[in-house]
């Protein structure tokens, strides 16, 4: 039997959300870990393709990639202040109210448990939303209606297959590779 | 249509699937999905993962089909 160390889970979670599938690669269950690997980051990408990659809601970053500022209406304090991507000056939204920001985009939460692959690819969402002039449009086209829910479904379900992957590999490594040991 | 298809750019365009005759087949490989990673977690040995993964996606289907017809006897129900 394998002897258990207790930084092994939290090793093969991280595997897991740096890239799907690879905390299982780690306890040594190679088939299970790329049928799964591929299955998500299959699902994900098709929800892009669906959507577009502007579907992709990223914290702190308006329609056209730029900043959310927080400005406050003639100093009546906090409970005031209002949030635009128009704004020139001002704090960084997700320095002074990243929950409430958060709370307005709450598909980020499960897209985010995808890892890199979807900071990567908030980065395209934000670069395809940038206009390359004032008067011209952005290189990405924004989805509506049922083909942004779709591809925004399919993301977030792939993130949140991801984690419930995580979870099991995790658990798996925590029993010394005894779990599931047939793979 | 096709020049909606011509123009289609993958990734940077939403996919041109607006009909309704279309867009609901888009559950299929959400389904199929789902029951892939479901059923690698909870079988012991992945060999019957590709025959119940077949199973459960086909389950999955036909109880949101039965829901979906039910959805609409209900709302035709109270609209007509």
Redesign the interface.
């Known amino acids: 039997m394998e002897e258990f160390s207790p930084g092994k889970p939290i090793l093969v979670a991280l595997a897991g959300w740096i890239l799907p599938g690879s905390g299982y690669l780690i306890i040594g269950q190679r088939?299970?870990g790329i049928?799964?690997g591929l299955?998500?980051i299959?699902?994900f990408f098709?929800g892009?393709?669906?959507?577009?990659?502007r579907?992709l809601e990223v914290p702190g970053y308006g329609p056209t990639a730029n900043k959310i500022r927080v400005a406050s209406r003639g100093g009546y304090g906090a409970s005031e202040a209002y949030a635009s991507d128009d704004l020139e000056e001002g704090p960084w939204v997700m320095t002074r109210h990243p929950l409430d920001e958060i709370r307005n985009k709450p598909w980020s939460i499960p897209q985010i448990m995808m890892g890199p692959i979807d900071l990567l690819c908030d980065m395209w969402s934000l670069q395809?939303s940038q206009r390359v002039s004032e008067a011209s449009h952005a290189?990405?086209?924004?989805?509506?209606s049922?083909?942004?829910e779709?591809?925004v479904?399919?993301t977030a379900?792939?993130g949140l297959?991801n984690l419930?992957?995580i979870i099991?590999s995790a658990y798996r490594a925590g029993q010394g590779g005894e779990a599931?040991k047939?793979? | 249509m096709i020049s909606t298809i011509l123009a289609y750019r993958?990734?940077?365009?939403?996919?041109p699937?607006?009909p309704n005759s279309v867009?609901p087949w888009?559950i299929v490989?959400?389904c199929v999905?789902?029951a892939?990673?479901?059923k690698?977690?909870r079988c012991?040995?992945?060999d019957r993962?590709p025959r119940e993964a077949a199973g459960i996606t086909f389950w999955i289907l036909i109880c949101m089909a039965a829901a979906a017809v039910a959805l609409a006897v209900i709302v035709r129900g109270i609209v007509e």
Not at chain 1, 48 to 53: K, R, Y
Not at chain 1, 139 to 144: A, E, Y
Not at chain 2, 10 to 15: E, R, T
Request: proline fraction near 5%; avoid cysteine.
């Open positions: 088939s299970r049928t799964i299955t998500i299959i699902l098709l892009l393709l669906i959507g577009g990659v579907e395809a290189i990405g086209t924004r989805s509506h049922r083909t942004n779709i591809g479904l399919y379900v792939a297959l419930l992957a099991d599931g047939a793979a | 993958p990734f940077l365009d939403p996919l699937v607006w867009w888009l490989p959400l999905a789902v892939i990673v479901y690698s977690i012991r040995t992945m993962v």
